[in-house]
C-alpha cells in the first residue's frame, strides 16, 4: 500500500515507547521505504526541547533498509499560526507538520479561534501537513481546513490511531478532500514500534480515497511534495526495485 509512514513518535516525545532505531526496524519489516520521526515540539507537555530537533540531521546517517526523515509534529503558540520552534530549525527538518493537541495555547481557545490560526500556519511555506483535523478533542472546523489545504498545497492527514467512534465525521472529511482537490497524507501516528506501517484500520475507508491524491504514497511522492532531498537508502532502494 502505502510506503512511508510521516509520522512516528519516539522516546523523545515522553509518552511513546520505541527508540527510533526500533521505529525504523518495524517500519522496514512491514515493508516502508521511509519513515518520518516527528516528535512532538516544546509546546507539549514532555516535549524535548529544541536542541533535539536541530541535532535530527544525525538521522541521515542511519543506514538501515528503512531510510528516515527528520521531521516534528509541532503545536499552535499563538492566534496567529505560530509555532513553537523557530525558523531556522524547522527550515532543517525534512517533514513539519501542525497538529492540534488540548494542551498549551490552544486548551484556552475556542474552536474557532484555533482554526483561525491553524489557518494561518497553514500559510507558512514551511508547514506541509496538518495532523488529525478530525479528533475526539476539540471540534475544528475541517471543512475549512480542507479548502485552505487545497490553496495552500497541504496536506491534510487521515490518521489511522483515530478512527474508532469518528467514522461518519472521517468519511465527510474524506469528501471534502475530493471535492476541494486537497492533499492527503495517511498515517499511523505510531507512538510504538509495532503500530508502524499497520494500515489495516484504513481498509473500509479506501473507496473513498484516490489512490495518487495520497502524498506518502512512495519516498519520490513524498520528497517531490515536501521538498525534501531522498534520504541516503531510498535512493538504493528504489533502484533494486526498479
Given at each position: 500500500?502505502?510506503?512511508?509512514?510521516?509520522?512516528?513518535?519516539?522516546v523523545a516525545?515522553?509518552?511513546?515507547?520505541?527508540?527510533?532505531?526500533?521505529?525504523?526496524?518495524?517500519?522496514?519489516?512491514?515493508?516502508?521505504?521511509?519513515?518520518?520521526?516527528?516528535?512532538?515540539?516544546?509546546?507539549?507537555?514532555?516535549?524535548?526541547?529544541?536542541?533535539h530537533?536541530?541535532?535530527?540531521?544525525?538521522?541521515?546517517?542511519?543506514?538501515?533498509?528503512?531510510?528516515?526523515?527528520?521531521?516534528?509534529?509541532?503545536d499552535?503558540a499563538?492566534?496567529?499560526?505560530?509555532?513553537?520552534?523557530?525558523?531556522?530549525?524547522?527550515?532543517?527538518?525534512?517533514?513539519?507538520?501542525?497538529?492540534?493537541?488540548?494542551?498549551?495555547?490552544?486548551?484556552?481557545?475556542?474552536?474557532?479561534?484555533?482554526?483561525?490560526?491553524?489557518?494561518?500556519?497553514?500559510?507558512?511555506?514551511?508547514?506541509?501537513?496538518?495532523?488529525?483535523?478530525v479528533?475526539?478533542?476539540?471540534?475544528?472546523?475541517?471543512?475549512?481546513?480542507?479548502?485552505?489545504?487545497?490553496?495552500?498545497?497541504?496536506?491534510?492527514?487521515?490518521?489511522?490511531?483515530?478512527?474508532?467512534?469518528?467514522?461518519?465525521e472521517?468519511?465527510?472529511?474524506?469528501?471534502?478532500v475530493?471535492?476541494?482537490?486537497?492533499?492527503?497524507?495517511?498515517?499511523?501516528?505510531?507512538?510504538?514500534?509495532?503500530?508502524?506501517?499497520?494500515?489495516?484500520?484504513?481498509?473500509?475507508?479506501?473507496?473513498?480515497?484516490?489512490?495518487?491524491?495520497?502524498?506518502?504514497?512512495?519516498?519520490?511522492?513524498?520528497?517531490?511534495?515536501?521538498?525534501?532531498?531522498?534520504?541516503?537508502?531510498?535512493?538504493?532502494?528504489?533502484?533494486?526495485?526498479?
Amino acid at each position: 500500500m502505502w510506503r512511508v509512514d510521516l509520522h512516528t513518535h519516539s522516546v523523545a516525545s515522553g509518552h511513546a515507547y520505541s527508540t527510533v532505531a526500533e521505529l525504523a526496524e518495524a517500519g522496514a519489516a512491514a515493508g516502508l521505504e521511509a519513515i518520518a520521526i516527528t516528535d512532538h515540539g516544546p509546546g507539549l507537555p514532555q516535549g524535548p526541547h529544541v536542541f533535539h530537533f536541530s541535532n535530527l540531521y544525525r538521522l541521515r546517517e542511519w543506514n538501515g533498509a528503512c531510510a528516515l526523515l527528520t521531521g516534528v509534529e509541532e503545536d499552535l503558540a499563538g492566534p496567529d499560526g505560530e509555532v513553537y520552534l523557530p525558523e531556522r530549525v524547522l527550515g532543517e527538518l525534512d517533514i513539519v507538520l501542525v497538529g492540534v493537541h488540548p494542551y498549551g495555547w490552544a486548551q484556552h481557545q475556542t474552536p474557532g479561534d484555533v482554526t483561525r490560526s491553524l489557518l494561518k500556519a497553514m500559510e507558512n511555506p514551511l508547514v506541509r501537513g496538518v495532523t488529525h483535523p478530525v479528533n475526539t478533542w476539540m471540534r475544528l472546523d475541517v471543512k475549512e481546513i480542507v479548502k485552505a489545504a487545497a490553496a495552500t498545497r497541504t496536506a491534510v492527514e487521515l490518521n489511522l490511531s483515530k478512527i474508532a467512534g469518528l467514522e461518519g465525521e472521517l468519511q465527510e472529511f474524506l469528501g471534502w478532500v475530493e471535492e476541494y482537490d486537497a492533499p492527503l497524507m495517511v498515517n499511523t501516528d505510531a507512538h510504538i514500534a509495532a503500530e508502524v506501517g499497520r494500515w489495516e484500520r484504513a481498509e473500509g475507508l479506501l473507496p473513498l480515497m484516490s489512490p495518487g491524491r495520497v502524498v506518502n504514497r512512495s519516498v519520490e511522492a513524498v520528497c517531490a511534495f515536501f521538498g525534501c532531498a531522498a534520504p541516503r537508502q531510498a535512493a538504493s532502494c528504489s533502484k533494486v526495485r526498479s
